[in-house]
């Protein structure tokens, strides 16, 4: 029922981002709706940047139209399975198991966009400007940099290369994922693993808002998420360090900018509300 297709994808995307920003804020999540209305009406800095981060996510929307375009031809997955060898097969070989399957799929394609929308509303109902700028820079700033990598250096998925030997277990659970959710994604849009980066990414943030039960949630989140684009066979081992480095510097840099954006627009830094929370 959940991967019937991408229409009950979005549906139960949408009933967890609600049920998150419950967990992680403690109060009503419909409030989050409130809140942006305010920022959005009061800030228009605020506003020029939720424009960038839809901006920079219709590029990726369109990343493939574009690739198709230039008519790149190259094909790095040689050379990054010279670096690791069979580092995925053996991992998959030693973890996998039929009941672990599900709970992987399921963090690989709900909980990656869940957590991220939902950290909006937990810093939005938090009243934590700092870290709710701070992750729409982070946002742009990961895809900014991952769109070139996937225009000019492609590398294909690891189950796709026959030499890796890795089976793809996605379809153990997901079936049509070929057909509802690859449009989305390219099959040689591999470095770096964007979901290895967003993912690391709201979980630093969270380590820097004060909130502990959204540390929690975050960070088990994504730690499963990068075991598991290893465990479904879609990533290498390269696409992660360079998901992981990406995340540290779209975090450092993001924090910066939301700094220095609430400096120039109000004189003064935006304390949260409940930055010494024990949560």
Request: net charge positive; charged share 15%; hydrophobic share 50%.
């Amino acid at each position: 029922m959940l991967y019937q297709s991408m229409n009950y994808v979005v549906l139960y995307t949408v009933v967890i981002v609600a049920v998150l920003m419950w967990l992680g804020a403690r109060r009503n999540p419909l409030l989050a709706f409130v809140e942006i209305g305010k920022e959005l009406i009061h800030s228009y800095k605020f506003l020029l940047l939720v424009a960038g981060m839809f901006g920079v996510l219709a590029v990726n929307k369109y990343e493939l139209q574009i690739e198709k375009k230039l008519h790149i031809t190259s094909d790095y997955t040689s050379f990054v399975f010279g670096l690791e060898g069979h580092f995925v097969r053996d991992l998959q070989h030693l973890f996998f198991a039929p009941w672990l399957t599900p709970i992987i799929v399921f963090f690989y394609i709900f909980m990656l966009q869940a957590v991220l929308a939902a950290s909006l509303g937990v810093y939005l109902l938090d009243k934590n400007r700092v870290m709710l700028y701070a992750t729409c820079y982070a946002i742009i700033i990961n895809y900014a940099i991952a769109i070139p990598f996937y225009l000019y250096f492609p590398v294909n998925e690891v189950w796709s290369y026959v030499p890796a030997g890795v089976r793809f277990t996605m379809l153990d659970v997901f079936p049509r994922f070929e057909q509802e959710y690859r449009p989305l994604s390219g099959l040689d849009n591999c470095f770096p693993s964007l979901h290895t980066a967003i993912s690391v990414t709201t979980a630093l943030l969270a380590f820097r808002s004060g909130n502990r039960r959204w540390m929690a949630i975050t960070t088990v989140s994504a730690v499963i998420i990068v075991f598991g684009i290893f465990y479904l066979g879609i990533h290498w081992l390269t696409d992660m360090l360079g998901g992981t480095l990406l995340a540290v510097l779209s975090t450092t840099v993001a924090v910066q900018l939301a700094k220095l954006t609430l400096r120039s627009s109000e004189g003064r830094l935006t304390i949260p509300s409940r930055a010494t929370d024990t949560r």
